[in-house]
């Protein structure tokens, strides 16, 4: 009888692809700062309160009241996503669902609570983006340059295309 040989834990693996990725450090790059900008308000501390939410928190504030839908479109997410962010944000007690326009319709607003620490979240918001300029002066070549040059080359060559052409060559695929 012969045995499975045990998982190979050598990165340059060809059988585990995983251990190839071009963007995971990206990832990991914007992970790192997101942690440190919730470390920012658990040393505040804000209590309760998630980094994540804070953009939708600004935005309610700016725009006022809004349905789950025009508040996913307004900050690029899914409507099931937003849906879930906000039950979440509701339990936390930073925002209140109110009747919409006609029965089905909800409308999310803030609650007194998050109305008292906004001022502090665009506060954060602002420094977060000025320590993003400064950081970007330091590079050669800023990430926000090269996010607009991939959105140029998406323009020309979506990425869909680009991933359905190279799986058109991979025997393994068909």
């Not at 936390?92 to 319709?105: H, M, N, Q």
């Given at each position: 009888m012969t045995e499975n040989p045990s998982p190979s834990t050598d990165p340059?693996?060809?059988?585990?692809?995983?251990?190839?990725?071009?963007?995971?450090?990206?990832?990991?790059?914007?992970?790192?700062?997101?942690?440190?900008?919730?470390?920012?308000?658990?040393e505040a501390p804000v209590e309760g309160l998630r980094s994540s939410f804070v953009m939708e928190l600004l935005r309610l504030h700016a725009r006022g009241p809004m349905t789950i839908t025009e508040l996913a479109e307004s900050v690029h997410r899914t409507h099931s996503a937003l849906s879930q962010k906000v039950a979440a944000m509701r339990r936390a007690g930073w925002v209140e669902t109110l009747p919409g326009d006609d029965a089905r319709s909800k409308r999310v607003a803030l609650t007194p609570k998050a109305r008292e620490v906004v001022g502090r979240l665009a506060a954060e918001w602002e420094a977060?983006?000025?320590?993003?300029?400064?950081?970007?002066?330091?590079?050669?070549?800023?990430?926000?340059?090269?996010?607009?040059?991939?959105?140029?080359?998406?323009?020309?060559?979506?990425?869909?295309?680009?991933?359905?052409?190279?799986?058109?060559?991979?025997p393994r695929w068909r």
């Amino acid at each position: 009888m012969t045995e499975n040989p045990s998982p190979s834990t050598d990165p340059t693996d060809p059988t585990d692809p995983t251990e190839q990725s071009l963007w995971r450090p990206l990832r990991l790059l914007q992970d790192a700062i997101e942690a440190d900008i919730a470390r920012v308000y658990a040393e505040a501390p804000v209590e309760g309160l998630r980094s994540s939410f804070v953009m939708e928190l600004l935005r309610l504030h700016a725009r006022g009241p809004m349905t789950i839908t025009e508040l996913a479109e307004s900050v690029h997410r899914t409507h099931s996503a937003l849906s879930q962010k906000v039950a979440a944000m509701r339990r936390a007690g930073w925002v209140e669902t109110l009747p919409g326009d006609d029965a089905r319709s909800k409308r999310v607003a803030l609650t007194p609570k998050a109305r008292e620490v906004v001022g502090r979240l665009a506060a954060e918001w602002e420094a977060t983006e000025a320590a993003l300029v400064e950081l970007e002066a330091e590079l050669p070549y800023p990430l926000s340059r090269v996010v607009a040059d991939i959105e140029q080359a998406l323009a020309r060559r979506g990425f869909h295309d680009r991933l359905t052409a190279k799986l058109a060559e991979d025997p393994r695929w068909r």
